[in-house]
């Protein structure tokens, strides 16, 4: 009756594209611990790690695969139209990016320029992509940061609720709310946000993290919130949050109704276990048994789901993003789409999804150290 | 096992249904009045009547006939530019007019006939492609299985949004690209649910007799087994056509979908943030969108709830 479900490949991991988690591999984690006995968490630890880097190699394949199996012209896109009518700048240009080899060879110069920490010069801003990522992670991460957050104390609440009131009106109305939450579409919310508290009532300041001629705050950890209070300057800091307020909860909405339902589903499945018979047989109070007893166990898939809805959002973010122009990841990664810069599309795709397969990885890795049934098994 | 766990966890649920029951101090025979009007309730209760499902089935049908007569309903020409721009919604326009001076109800009537079909065709599309990969890994197992699972994750380590807007900028932005961009970014949920189901009902005794019969994988796979995967295929269908519609219509809303003077609601929102004065250029269609997306939510939702709760599990979103 263990709680991995590997034996069937019914994981609890199994979710919606939007929330698309990975379980990178599902099998591995039963088999792994079953062939040695002695050190099951450090054989689990190896294996999910190697799993993870194959993943990865797999990710920086499919960018690149992804990025020049397509009739998109590259030389086209970045050369001015004199430009491309003398051979000499094309050929310089196409010299200058690798793109006379042949397709396994430009793979290989990638990947090794990957290792050594160059993934390449942006077409648009003709900086090296890293630097434009530097630029834009922080960005992404502060926006992430509070939405899940947000998310996670109204979803896992609402959802605790739910599970206890089921059945009943409570539980309904929180159905149908996390129902809207998950159907909503948020470029839509943020610009109806926008209108209605920005620019009718005039309630919070919106679109980008600071009004136009301010001056971030020292570069310390890169988010404008905590930078401005590590500095002490509060002006900065009420302007960064007041500016995040909108977009933190446009992208908490969706999130919230995936983290409610989960929390349900996880705290009835908790309550329906013998224990929780137990103790309320012995006469514990009702709240000491939910909170002890039900979301105790419910804490390990929630917490999947609030990583990979973490990963999801550094870059998921595309359309909060452009709506409320905050200079994150998912603005940059359109900004490149349009304008068909390989490099940097490659460099945010492989930066998101090792981030997601990292992850993946964590929350594996504490599940063990959580729950101990499933490093022991 | 399993046979254990779902008996136990069904006579667990039973029995927790009526310890938390605020009234159980009462005698014994009302208690089990009480449980048997509940089981009696229960056995009722088929996921069509259920005011979610009746709720999105009605909205749905709404939006079907708006899609099938959307010629004959719609009040003007949903391309025509006969109108002052900008025009609040009055009498004559019951949504306004946009910044090209276009009926706006018209036009989100119109809506309905490239969401909804297409919405419609890529679900058909990823749900055939992932159930028929993730059957086949999980029933022929070994190197098949290998290929197939590590594709899913790969797809899904990436954020939908993302890839399918690598997808449709690699192809060129227009609405056939990010229909096959959107059926990249969705199959793998269905392999990967298809392919537990497969490998928990290989194990079962009517495949085995097949097998023993003679049956090669194949008719197993297509005799036995897809009559048994229907069911949770087409819940994960009804709750992914939401999904799709969003995904299409968020794609159409950057520019990378649907092109002018196409009438397709993300685009339609889209052109509402450039005159925040206006403000039902956006807001109608972007209540379309909201309206046709919850009801598939509480369509493929109640109809979830109605399998059995293991596989429900399985498909939990």
């Known amino acids: 009756m263990s709680t991995s ?115 390449g010069t942006s077409q648009q801003t003709h900086r090296p992509v890293w630097d434009d990522l530097g630029d834009k992670i922080p960005a992404s991460l502060e926006l992430a940061l509070a939405a ?31 129902l809207a939450g998950v159907s909503v579409p948020v470029f839509w919310l943020a610009q109806v946000a926008f209108y209605v508290f920005s620019f009718k009532l005039g309630w919070i300041q919106a679109g980008g993290r600071l009004s136009p001629g301010a001056i971030p705050p020292d570069d310390i950890t890169g988010l404008y919130t905590v930078d401005s209070l590590l500095t002490g300057e509060w002006g900065t800091f009420g ?21 409610t339902r989960f929390t349900r589903a996880a705290v009835l499945e908790a309550l329906g276990n013998d224990y929780v018979r137990a103790a309320r047989a012995k006469g514990l109070p009702e709240s000491t048994v939910i909170r002890r007893h039900a979301l105790r166990p419910a804490l390990t898939s929630i917490l999947t789901v609030a990583g990979l809805t973490f990963g999801g959002m550094l870059a998921g973010t595309v359309l909060v993003e452009n709506v409320l122009s905050w200079p994150g990841l998912g603005q940059y990664a359109y900004k490149s789409a349009l304008n068909l810069d390989l490099p940097s599309i490659m460099g945010v795709c492989l930066f998101v999804a090792v981030v997601y397969v990292v992850i993946n990885l964590l929350v594996d890795l504490l599940y063990g150290v959580i729950d101990p049934r499933i490093r022991l098994s | 096992m399993n046979a254990t766990r779902i008996f136990l966890g069904d006579r667990l649920g039973a029995g927790r249904g009526n310890r938390s029951d605020p009234g159980r101090t009462g005698a014994p025979d009302a208690a089990d009045e009480r449980a048997a009007r509940r089981r009696r309730r ?47 919604p009055s009498a004559e326009h019951w949504f306004g007019t946009d910044q090209l001076g276009r009926d706006i109800l018209s036009r989100v009537i119109h809506g309905t ?14 749900m055939v492609i992932g159930t028929v990969l993730g059957a086949v890994a999980g029933y022929f197992g070994g190197w098949i ?55 928990s009902l290989r194990q079962s005794d009517f495949v085995q007799a097949d097998r023993l019969l003679g049956a090669s994988g194949w008719r ?19 709750l992914d056509l939401g999904n799709a519609v969003l995904l299409l219509s968020g794609l159409s809303f950057l520019g990378l979908g649907a092109q002018p003077p196409a009438a397709e609601w993300g685009a339609m929102v889209n052109a509402g943030s450039a005159n925040f004065d206006a403000w039902w250029v956006a807001v109608f269609p972007g209540a379309a969108i909201l309206l046709s997306v919850l009801a598939f939510n509480f369509l493929g939702d109640t109809l979830r709830d109605a399998l059995d709760p293991r596989t429900a599990r399985a498909i939990r979103g």
């Open chain 1, 5 to 119: 479900s590997a034996d069937t490949g019914v994981d609890r991991g199994t979710s919606r594209p939007g929330s698309a988690p990975v379980k990178g591999a599902a099998p591995g984690r039963g088999t792994a611990s079953a062939k040695r006995r002695s050190h099951p968490f450090a054989r689990f630890v190896l294996v999910r790690l190697g799993v993870g880097v194959l993943l990865c190699l797999g990710i920086t394949i499919l960018a690149f695969g992804l990025t020049h199996a397509v009739p998109g012209d590259p030389v086209a896109a970045n050369l001015g139209q004199r430009a491309l009518n003398d051979p000499a700048a094309v050929a310089a240009f196409k010299a200058k990016n690798g793109l006379d080899d042949s397709l396994p060879s430009q793979y290989w110069t990638y990947l090794t320029n990957l290792l050594h920490g160059d993934m």
């Open chain 1, 148 to 178: 899940i957050v947000l998310a996670l104390v109204i979803g896992v609440g609402l959802g605790i609720v739910a599970a206890v009131t089921r059945g009943r009106w409570p539980d309904r109305i929180i159905r149908v709310v996390s």
């Open chain 1, 239 to 259: 302007e960064a949050f007041s500016r995040m307020v909108l977009p933190a909860c446009v992208l908490a909405a969706f999130n919230i109704g995936v983290l």
């Open chain 2, 42 to 88: 229960r056995a009722n209760k088929s996921p069509w009547r259920s005011p979610l499902a009746v709720t999105g089935l009605v909205i749905i049908g709404v939006f079907l006939v708006a899609a099938v007569f959307a010629s004959v309903i719609s009040p003007e020409d949903p391309l025509a530019q006969k109108w002052p721009k900008y025009q609040a």
């Open chain 2, 113 to 126: 006939r490239v969401s909804l079909p297409l919405a419609l065709l890529l679900v058909v599309l990823a």
């Open chain 2, 145 to 199: 299985d290998m290929v197939v699972m590590r594709c899913a994750d790969l797809v899904l380590a990436f954020p939908a949004i993302i890839l399918a807007m690598a997808v449709v900028a690699a192809l060129g932005p227009n609405l056939t690209n990010a229909v096959l961009a959107v059926v990249v970014v969705s199959w793998p949920t269905y392999a990967r649910v298809v392919r537990g189901l497969v490998l």
């Open chain 2, 220 to 238: 197993v796979l297509a005799v036995d087994l897809r009559p048994n995967l229907a069911g949770p295929v087409a819940v994960l269908a009804a």
